[in-house]
């Protein structure tokens, strides 16, 4: 009597062709949920942008700030790769990013 022990060829394949089936599923759904991050993380980025910006107008009693002068002092940090407006107005109504991915943002303020 022969008895070996092993996988056969059939056997792997078929695990090759389930473990591809899950990867496929997997992949498109883990990219939607990136995207989705990058959004959410630009969006928070914004509402501190406004939050800062409508510091800076009440403790000095300008009309325009610079971004980068709200970060540190108004604004802890801000999402790397994404790209945020360079200058907030007081008259402005709304506030738009770039993501890394390449979708837009918008802060209704």
């Known amino acids: 009597m022969n008895n070996k022990k092993g996988f056969t060829l059939v056997e792997i394949m078929i695990v ?6 899950l990867a496929a599923m997997a992949i498109p ?12 993380a630009a969006l928070n980025d914004l509402r501190q942008i406004a939050a800062g910006a409508d510091t800076y107008f009440l403790e000095n009693g300008g009309t325009s700030v610079t971004t980068t002068a709200l970060v540190g002092t108004y604004i802890k940090t801000l999402s790397a790769g994404n790209t ?14 770039t993501t890394k991915s390449g979708d837009v943002v918008t802060y209704e303020m």
């Not at 090759?16 to 089936?21: C, D, E, S, Y």
């Not at 883990?30 to 959004?39: A, G, H, K, L, T």
């Not at 945020?84 to 990013?97: F, I, K």
Request: charged content about 10%; proline content about 3%; cysteine-free.
């Open 29 to 40: 759904a883990f990219q939607q949920v990136r995207q989705s991050s990058q959004e959410n």
């Open 16 to 21: 090759v062709v389930i473990i591809g089936l």
């Open 84 to 97: 945020y407006p360079t200058t907030v107005n007081s008259t402005d109504a709304s506030l738009t990013a």
